[in-house]
């Protein structure tokens, strides 16, 4: 794999898609139709603690789950796209909103629904479980599977060539943040 710090140094924002990346995945239906989801709470302190340092986190999804909605407030998402069918207009949307070039966005998807977002994001990634097309495609895959730290990981090494993630975790040391974790 090819040196990825360059394009990750340029990094602003991180779009992620939720069923398989935020999730692992599985789908828990009630017999009325209510969706419930399984969200790990280490990506959470992640995408929290980048939020509150600077950094811009957004989810697009093909689905739409109040689970979802929830989850995003309480870490502090304010940029929510469900049901979306093109990802990579999502992504360019919200590129432009922030007024960044796609090169400054960093998408995290595992499945083929992503993979326009994933070959017009600038830095490309996807958790260990994602399907081998898609590993195949992005510029670093995780050692975590999503639902379980992939988020966190991705997190972490951005802002750690960033320069920010050893100032973050000082801060944790000096004293409690506030998460909701």
Not at 49 to 62: M, Q, W
Not at 154 to 168: A, H, P, Y
Request: aromatic share 6%; with cysteine; net charge negative.
């Amino acid at each position: 794999m090819q040196d990825i710090s360059a394009k990750i140094h340029k990094i602003k924002l991180l779009a992620l898609d939720v069923d398989g990346v935020l999730t692992d995945g599985s789908l828990h239906i009630s017999e009325n139709g209510e969706v419930y989801k399984t969200f790990n709470a280490k990506d959470g302190l992640g995408i929290s603690a980048a939020i509150r340092n600077g950094f811009i986190v957004a989810i697009i999804t093909g689905r739409k789950s109040g689970a979802i909605t929830k989850r995003a407030s309480e870490l502090g998402i304010i940029d929510v796209y469900e049901n979306v069918k093109e990802k990579d207009f999502a992504l360019a949307e919200l590129a432009q909103k922030y007024k960044l070039s796609l090169e400054e966005v960093a998408y995290m998807g595992d499945d083929l629904n992503d993979f326009p977002a994933l070959l017009k994001a600038g830095f490309s990634c996807s958790p260990n479980n994602a399907v081998e097309e898609v590993k195949n495609i992005v510029d670093y895959v995780t050692e975590k599977s999503g639902g379980a730290g992939a988020v966190r990981e991705v997190i972490e090494k951005i802002l750690t060539v960033k320069g920010v993630w050893d100032l973050i975790v000082e801060g944790y040391k000096e004293k409690g943040l506030g998460d909701k974790q």
